[in-house]
């Protein structure tokens, strides 16, 4: 029976080939992108789930009051770690720091022989030994209890050890980090999975940190920096929200007692980590939640649109297989051997799209693991049983949802009316769904149309917005650590570079993910002020060379140290001056103590975060010891012998260190690499939905003009143009078109309205939008049915009249 049923299937299937390859064409591409999504997002929820007991684990946070979850500090001062395990001697060894750096120098060997290797930010970090007490590793040298407890200790991951070491045993042997510190390895463990928001790849000693000369201070409680963490397991009796309130008086022991009243302490749980976008990650990727529910809708509709084709089609053909059913019952066919009929065609269909699929997916794999920033291992392993059994869901859940209502029609006609072609009420229900369905399919395409072209209006938005500075032609290098006096020399050297039109020495550059963030005390008030300001330590050519806009005053003078200030137009409305000249003279003391310095200048607003937040109060000065940026405005299209004399005059002057560059307008544009992969995706699958619903489209009206050649040939031989014969196939699917934009619009303009929430500077939804989706929609739609349509408007009456 089941040999039959095959049979039958294959015959049906062949004789309709056309609506067989596109009913398989739709569904591959749909399952296709299913399945790279569940790769996606396979990746993106298995982080950090290798870690035993990963659900007691978590981060210690410090969360502003006023700001809420848009607050987070996740940077913990120095002497924290020492007074947890002091005042909570239950986690005494369950408590850990973590110091990960900018971008290392690692220097091996010496003499001729010595290589240098510029590590990224984040794979070098200063780890407690506790540290192995809290988070899994595997070791395959040295011992988690004892390999970081000496001052000058290394442990490397293999990957390390072997770029540094080559096939030489590494244990025992010496790295110098950054020209300032010698460390000798006394262990080695495997590479830490690619799922892992902890990528350390080389780990010194945490007792080594003041030796080596860290920018802290280890009795400050108010100072802190992002890369400096604190983590914690807790007892399996000892709960969150405990740990938390026990935090509140904590706090109020060792806070300043304003930091305590703004600001509370509390955990953040280890599984959440990859998934905040608004805390410091050191893996240096997030996702948000939101975006993975948006990347299961998106694939879910997708599959939806190509099972409604397979539905739309498999009801256009049941009135021709009328005849068929109406004969098999007469023969003594019963019902659930016709529903076992239909759905053995559908399965077949299915599984060719699964395996079609597959092949597919496999071959999109790297550049959809590009865009999306998802490290893959490169195949999907047929022999992964999460693999295999997401697949056989897919199989099982596509067959049911495609096949159920076309096979519950066909098996469900009345044999007598069946052979007597008396199926007209029937017709016309399934006439009425075929019209829903498409409204459906292309609701869900324009819901993705819209939002692309948001994205896309968005994103345009960024690039374009004045920030109040000049980016392009703009190369940045970053200083070494301890640069000895050697900035006048390396300054005099570059004056000679042709093309070289400013240079600047700064902290940072004028929009940056690093931020030095203070209070201070203004005029004769001794109390320091509610509200932070953003320092830009910057030398005196410093609003030249990023084209920084002077409204009053002047630029401050030459010094080492904090002189003079200049303020942007945030500060001084936020200082209560209307007219930026009133507030030239006065004077304030950063960081709350010292002397008070006057304000000099007032430089116009720009942008020093991300286009996230707005622009708050900004102060640069001078302060020779915290640049760490060299800024160089070039001429246009610099030359590759511009860059090699600026090279030159590093390594001259810096024969330590090694040269590296970026150029400014690439790296602002980092900063954006969410809405950028967001982008991506929406446009890709925005051509795929439209795609499978055009070709659901064009299977609909070629069986419509196939199924009424007889009536286009009658109202041919009456008079008909062919423009009005067109018009009476695209007529009705513009209505269809039009009714899903009215349906599409509201659910994408509530959609992208609360994702543009997340930015300061944002585009408004304006009405044209929806209208060039609408417009597009319809020409997509006349392109797809003018083929069929033109052909039956230009078909010669007299054949179509003899077509039966």
Not at 250 to 255: D, L, V
Not at 397 to 419: C, E, M, R
Not at 516 to 528: A, P, S
Request: some cysteine; glycine content about 8%; overall charge positive.
């Amino acid at each position: 029976m089941i040999k039959n049923y095959l049979i039958t299937s294959f015959r049906n299937l062949r004789r309709n080939w056309n609506f067989t390859v596109i009913n398989i064409t739709g569904l591959t591409l749909g399952l296709a992108c299913c399945l790279l999504i569940f790769f996606a997002l396979r990746f993106e929820l298995s982080f950090d789930k290798h870690h035993h007991d990963g659900d007691r684990i978590y981060r210690f946070a410090d969360r502003n009051k006023e700001h809420g979850d848009k607050g987070y500090n996740v940077g913990a001062p120095l002497p924290l770690l020492a007074a947890l395990r002091n005042d909570f001697p239950e986690i005494r060894n369950a408590v850990t720091n973590t110091y990960a750096s900018k971008e290392m120098l690692i220097t091996v060997g010496q003499g001729e022989k010595r290589k240098k290797f510029i590590d990224p930010i984040n794979s070098v970090s200063f780890i407690d030994p506790e540290y192995f007490n809290i988070f899994d590793y595997t070791w395959l040298k040295g011992s988690p209890a004892s390999s970081l407890t000496n001052p000058g200790s290394v442990v490397l991951s293999t990957d390390q050890a072997k770029k540094y070491f080559g096939n030489a045993d590494p244990m025992g042997k010496t790295i110098r980090v950054n020209n300032r510190m010698n460390f000798v390895v006394s262990g080695i463990i495997d590479n830490p999975p690619t799922t892992t928001s902890f990528p350390f790849t080389v780990m010194l000693s945490y007792s080594s940190l003041k030796e080596y000369g860290a920018n802290t201070s280890w009795d400050d409680w108010q100072s802190t920096y992002g890369g400096g963490q604190v983590y914690m397991k807790l007892p399996e009796s000892f709960s969150k929200s405990q740990m938390e309130k026990q935090l509140t008086a904590f706090a109020k022991k060792y806070r300043d007692p304003k930091d305590a009243a703004e600001n509370d302490w509390i955990l953040q749980p280890m599984h959440d980590i990859h998934f905040a976008t608004n805390t410091q990650n050191y893996a240096g990727r997030s996702i948000s939640k939101g975006l993975i529910w948006s990347m299961i809708l998106v694939g879910s509709f997708i599959l939806i649109t190509a099972c409604v084709n397979f539905v739309n089609l498999a009801t256009a053909q049941a009135l021709r297989r009328a005849r068929e059913v109406g004969i098999r019952k007469v023969l003594g066919s019963t019902r659930g051997q016709l529903l076992r009929q239909y759905f053995s065609e559908t399965g077949i269909i299915t599984v060719l799209s699964v395996l079609l699929a597959l092949i597919i997916a496999q071959l999109s794999l790297p550049y959809v693991s590009q865009i999306l920033n998802v490290k893959s291992q490169g195949t999907l392993f047929i022999t992964d049983p999460v693999i295999m059994g997401f697949l056989a869901i897919l199989c099982i859940l596509t067959t049911v949802l495609s096949g159920f209502y076309p096979a519950l029609v066909v098996s469900g006609y009345q044999p007598i009316l069946a052979l007597k072609g008396k199926v007209g009420k029937s017709g016309r229900q399934q006439s009425n769904l075929r019209r829903g369905l498409i409204v459906l399919q292309f609701t869900i395409s324009q819901v993705v149309l819209i939002g692309t072209i948001i994205a896309y209006s968005q994103m345009k938005y960024f690039r374009t917005l004045d920030l109040g500075f000049q980016k392009d032609e703009i190369i940045n290098v970053p200083l070494p650590e301890q640069t000895d006096g050697k900035l006048e020399n390396l300054q005099a050297k570059l004056k000679s570079v042709p093309g070289l039109k400013s240079m600047s020495f700064s902290a940072f550059t004028p929009m940056s993910k690093s931020n030095w963030q203070t209070r201070f005390k203004y005029e004769n008030n001794e109390d320091v002020l509610d509200f932070e300001i953003v320092m830009r330590p910057a030398d005196t050519s410093y609003v030249k060379t990023y084209g920084l806009t002077l409204l009053a005053g002047r630029t401050y003078l030459p010094a080492d140290t904090m002189r003079e200030y200049i303020i942007n137009e945030a500060f001084v409305k936020k200082l209560g001056f209307k007219n930026p000249q009133d507030v030239i003279g006065k004077r304030m003391a950063i960081g709350g103590g010292g002397i008070k310095l006057p304000i000099v200048g007032v430089v116009k607003n720009f942008n020093t975060y991300s286009l996230h937040r707005e622009i708050i109060p900004c102060v640069l000065t001078t302060s020779r010891n915290n640049y760490g940026t060299l800024g160089l405005k070039l001429t246009a299209n610099a030359t590759t012998e511009q860059l090699s004399q600026i090279e030159k005059a590093w390594t001259e002057t810096f024969p330590d260190y090694m040269f590296k560059y970026t150029y400014l307008d690439q790296t602002l544009n980092s900063f954006y690499e969410k809405e950028e992969q967001l982008f991506s995706l929406f446009r890709i699958l925005t051509g795929i939905a439209i795609f499978i619903g055009c070709l659901g489209l064009y299977g609909v009206v070629a069986f419509m003009a196939e199924s009424r050649t007889k009536e286009m040939g009658i109202r041919k031989a009456v008079g008909a143009s062919a423009f009005h014969i067109f018009g009476l196939f695209s007529g009705d699917f513009v209505k269809l078109v039009l009714i899903a934009l009215v349906l599409a619009s509201p659910i994408a303009w509530y959609t992208m309205d609360g994702w543009l929430k997340d930015y300061t500077y944002r585009i408004e939804i304006s009405w044209w939008i929806f209208a060039l989706a609408g417009f597009m929609a319809v020409i997509i739609a006349l392109i797809t049915i003018s083929f069929q349509s033109v052909k039956a408007a230009l078909m010669n009456p007299v054949k179509a009249l003899r077509s039966e």
